[in-house]
């Protein structure tokens, strides 16, 4: 034993031994190998005793040829390059030259990433820090490799088209800021938008927009009917019609006649009696009486033109704004609010408003189901429009009598001044008070106030249409009148000619009689004059009410309001007066019935136009301050998205009105004979005819004449009519069938939604879960020991094809590893709920 014990030491003594040799020599090639690198680095030569001479003699031979090869690189790369510079340049050359197809493919496919990435970083989920750092990764990586996809002179095009590309850019990106910059009142629009939501800017954009239309009006006009006739038409005093009679010349220059557009503004260019029925005048032979007649058919149309394509450009870019009837509360909470609110006292309203629409959708069933008196609602309602009836009756009769009154009083001589403006202030009186009347009524209906907007605005919309063509009727009465008289005034005309003539001959029968002065001759009523003076004073008496009523109710209400507000027995601002709110409704309509007059006497006053183009332009600055000094936010602040094309419909309905009175002018009743363009002829349209037969071959005039024959009219109206049935049905199927198919939509996700809570309900019965190693190594899942879930949690993850899970491949787990996150796919989660229903576990 003691030999075996003896003979065991001594052979662990000996293995010790070895192993402690063995690591002595590791330890010393270590340390060889790290001198051998200290001396390649530094260049220092250091020599191990323990290491033999020979393998030290060629590894100096080894650095020795590489050093020679080294500098006879560099000495070729100098003769070829001739310069340190170019030969850094060449290298890096040589290096890209050198990347191989498949690494310019790889290199393609990043950068185009990287610019897919710069393009949508913009939409995504996360921190502005985070979308910073790697868009200026991005952009980095983009410049400094995009030049690098093409070879020799392919890349210095490719290089340069890119640059192209991104000055183009540019280019647009500040193009688009000029027009953005050159749009007019672009920056005072946003200002009143901030501070009152974009309601009250709608009306100022409406504003704008319309300035435009009467903007290209007035060129028209200007350009091709008022410029020729100026330059090339005879010279004021030539002819009667271009004359101020000698009665009128004393006081042709005083205010009070100036004012009432007599004088020298009845006899100038301002309105139909002052151009010539010459066929062609000047040296350009220009055709004025058939261009003053397709100029004022070109206003209507150009008008009818835009109105309904701003009407189709507003309904496609509202097709966005979302199903009204499914999923209230959702479309309220997040598409409610205006972003464009930049004034606190704005944004509280706003905030009111959204809860109270809240308060009302969640009361609106309470209201259809609760019990009341409906007969007391209806008796109330009843009476409220026969209340409102018979207030539109009273202003259309109000403003029929003012109208034959004034035809009295424009036959006597010395009236005043309210007599001569007896008709625009009745007018512009009724407009004024009459919308507030009608909203007193309209409170014993107990209307939703959406429903009662509607209400207010058609009543307004009656009233102003009743009052215009009230005003019309009787003008037409006015206007019947002086066709019988120009038969009598015609024959004194012709009489008084032919006796000055006659005399002339018998006192001196050698020579020519002189002409007849142009202020001596009689003259004719010239209606078309009269019709366009009255629509010129109902305009410029509108404007200067709607001033006065700014000024009076809007800003003195609000001085009156702010400084005596600190020495008054009540809260002015809280309770009566208060700061008055702009009424968007009330100024729209004002602003659409001003056109609609515009639109019906451009025909026989030009310069209305003109008129009316100052007139919009002195209203955005002036109705500008008078928002932003004077008014306060509305207490229900609502969005302009769905009110447009209400406006744009009633805009279009107006011009249909507009246009029937002046093409019963033009079709009906014959034109004056001694004013306008068209003086002479039984009708005005009789300058097409003329213009047909004289100018236009034979060939011509028979297609015209048979392309007017009734008989091929009606049946292209009928035609036009059954296209635009046809056209219709089409639209109401494509919506039923929308309407359909969302309904299978919605039932295809509420069946999936069934499925997944079914199937979710099944598997989640309870709230823990157990798994044996026997299942895990079945399955190949890990779940480490008893987890406690939340039942409803996961259910509701389940349905959302969401839920999360530990899970890990069986050959990583052990004991005490980490498990991580995961996903369940249909696979595993019917697994799950085989493992369920085998080991009766609730999973």
């Known amino acids: 034993d003691t030999l075996l014990e003896k003979n065991l030491c001594k052979q662990v003594e000996a293995h010790t031994q070895k192993r402690a040799t063995k690591k002595k020599s590791h330890k010393t090639n270590d340390s060889d190998g790290e001198s051998e690198a ?63 197809e498949e690494e310019l493919a790889r290199l393609k496919e990043q950068v185009e990433e990287k610019k897919k990435l710069i393009s949508t970083i913009r939409n995504k989920p996360w921190r502005m820090v985070k979308k910073l750092a790697l868009l200026r990764e991005a952009q980095a990586f983009v410049e400094k490799f995009e030049g690098a996809l093409g070879k020799g002179k392919g890349k210095k095009f490719y290089a340069y088209k890119m640059m192209m590309a991104k000055k183009w850019v540019k280019f647009k990106r500040d ?219 009273g202003s259309g009769y109000l403003i029929y009598f003012v109208v034959k009154r004034s035809q009295t009083f424009s036959k006597m001589q010395n009236i005043g001044w309210y007599e001569r403006n007896e008709v625009e202030i009745v007018m512009s009186l009724l407009g004024m008070f009459c919308p507030p009347l009608f909203e007193t009524i309209a409170n014993l209906e107990d209307y939703h106030p959406r429903i009662g907007l509607k209400w207010q605005l058609g009543r307004i919309f009656a009233l102003f249409l009743g009052n215009l063509y009230t005003f019309l009727l009787a003008l037409m009465d006015d206007v019947n009148e002086k066709l019988a008289e120009e038969d009598v005034i015609k024959n004194i ?97 004002g602003l659409i019935f001003n056109q609609g007059m515009i639109w019906m006497g451009s025909f026989y006053a030009p310069g209305l136009v003109g008129v009316n183009v100052l007139r919009l332009l002195t209203s955005m600055y002036f109705q500008c301050w008078a928002v932003m000094s ?24 107006i011009l249909f009105l507009s246009l029937l009175p002046v093409a019963y002018t033009i079709m009906s009743l014959p034109p004056s004979f001694d004013c306008g363009p068209f003086s002479g002829k039984k009708r005005m349209f009789d300058v097409i005819q003329e213009t047909i037969k004289q100018d236009f071959p034979l060939f011509v005039a028979k297609i015209f004449s048979y392309v007017a024959n009734p008989g091929l009219i009606i049946p292209a ?82 349905a959302a094809c969401t839920s999360l899970w530990w899970t890990q491949p069986r050959s990583s787990v052990g004991h005490g590893s980490a498990p991580h996150w995961g996903r369940l796919d249909q696979q595993q989660l019917h697994q799950l709920q085989e493992v369920s229903q085998g080991s009766h576990q609730p999973a």
């Open 38 to 100: 200290e001396e390649a680095v530094g260049g220092k030569k250091r020599r191990d005793k323990k290491t033999s001479s020979k393998d030290q003699k060629e590894a100096e031979n080894k650095e020795k040829q590489t050093n020679k090869k080294g500098k006879e690189q560099d000495k070729k790369r100098k003769k070829n390059t001739g310069d340190s510079s170019s030969s850094s340049s060449s290298s890096n050359s040589s290096d890209e030259e050198s990347l191989s």
């Open 175 to 393: 193009f688009d800021n000029f027009k953005t910059q050159c749009i007019p009142w672009e920056m005072k629009i946003k200002e009143v938008e901030s501070h009152f939501g974009s309601s009250v800017a709608s009306y100022f954009i409406f504003l704008r927009w319309m300035y435009g239309v009467n903007l290209v009006l007035f060129g028209l006009i200007f350009g091709l009917v008022i410029i020729p006739e100026i330059l090339m038409g005879m010279p004021y005093g030539s002819i009667p019609r271009k004359t101020v009679p000698r009665a009128e010349q004393a006081t042709a220059m005083d205010f009070s006649v100036l004012w009432d557009f007599e004088g020298y503004i009845k006899y100038s260019a301002l309105f139909y009696g002052y151009y010539n029925n010459q066929r062609t005048i000047g040296w350009l032979k220009y055709r004025l009486p058939m261009a003053y007649f397709m100029v004022g058919v070109s206003v209507f149309g150009y008008s009818l033109m835009v109105v309904i394509r701003s009407m189709a450009r507003n309904a496609n870019e509202s097709t966005g704004d979302g199903d009204d009837n499914n999923f209230t509360f959702s479309w309220k909470m997040f598409t409610s609010w205006d972003y464009l609110i930049g004034n606190p006292e704005t944004a509280d309203n706003k905030f009111a408003s959204i809860t109270t629409s809240f308060k009302e959708s969640i009361v609106d069933e309470q209201e259809s189901n609760k019990d009341e008196n409906i007969h007391l609602r209806r008796f109330l309602r009843v009476l409220a429009n026969v209340l409102i009836i018979c207030c539109l009756c």
């Open 493 to 589: 005309t012709h009489w008084t000619l032919f006796s000055y003539y006659n005399s002339s001959a018998v006192n001196d029968s050698a020579g020519t009689p002189p002409p007849l002065d142009p202020a001596d001759m009689p003259r004719g009523p010239c209606w078309e004059t009269t019709v366009g003076i009255e629509f010129v004073r109902l305009t410029v008496s509108d404007i200067l009410v709607t001033y006065v009523t700014i000024l009076v109710g809007d800003f003195m209400r609000a001085c009156f309001v702010r400084f005596v507000n600190y020495c008054w027995c009540w809260d002015l601002e809280a309770g009566f007066p208060s700061y008055a709110e702009f009424d968007i409704s009330g100024n729209v309509l």
């Open 630 to 653: 004077s008014n306060v936010p509305h207490e229900r602040v609502f969005k302009a998205s769905k009110s447009n094309n209400f406006y744009m419909g009633l805009l279009l309905l």
């Open 717 to 798: 109206v009928l035609l036009m009519v059954l296209a635009i049935y046809y056209l219709n049905a089409v639209a109401e199927a494509y919506q039923h069938a929308n309407t359909e198919l969302k309904k299978k939509m919605q039932m295809v996700c509420t069946c999936k939604k069934m499925s997944i809570q079914e199937s979710a309900v099944s598997i989640n019965q309870g709230y823990m879960i157990n798994f044996n190693s026997a299942y895990n190594l079945k399955y190949g899942l890990s779940v480490p020991g008893w987890i406690n879930y939340p039942g409803p949690l996961f259910c509701h993850c389940a």
